[in-house]
């Protein structure tokens, strides 16, 4: 997607700035810090960014069959499903 940055600036009420694109942003499980990523462009790097600064373990999701798939409820649902790490 194209984007007008002159056109789409943030407003300085945002906690964070933008100086290069992409900029990539980290924001841990449970915090409202965001961490910023420096580190080159390579996927060894940027696991190894998220490895490091990551509160919820990095283990592969399997992806069950749609009709073994079971809806989040109250009942089924836990704070560790509620804080996740975002990027």
């Excluded at 841990?28 to 080159?40: H, K, L, N, V, W």
């Excluded at 373990?57 to 499903?81: I, K, M, R």
């Amino acid at each position: 997607a194209k984007m007008e940055a002159q056109d789409n600036d943030l407003p300085a009420s945002v906690p964070f700035r933008i100086s290069g694109f992409p900029t990539l942003k980290f924001k841990p499980a449970g915090s409202r810090e965001f961490i910023d990523y420096e580190g080159d462009r390579s996927l060894e790097s940027l696991t190894s960014f998220i490895e490091e600064h990551a509160k919820n373990p990095l283990t592969p999701v399997v992806v069950a069959e749609p009709d073994q798939q079971v809806p989040l409820t109250g009942h089924n649902a836990s704070s560790e499903h509620l804080a996740r790490d975002e990027l």
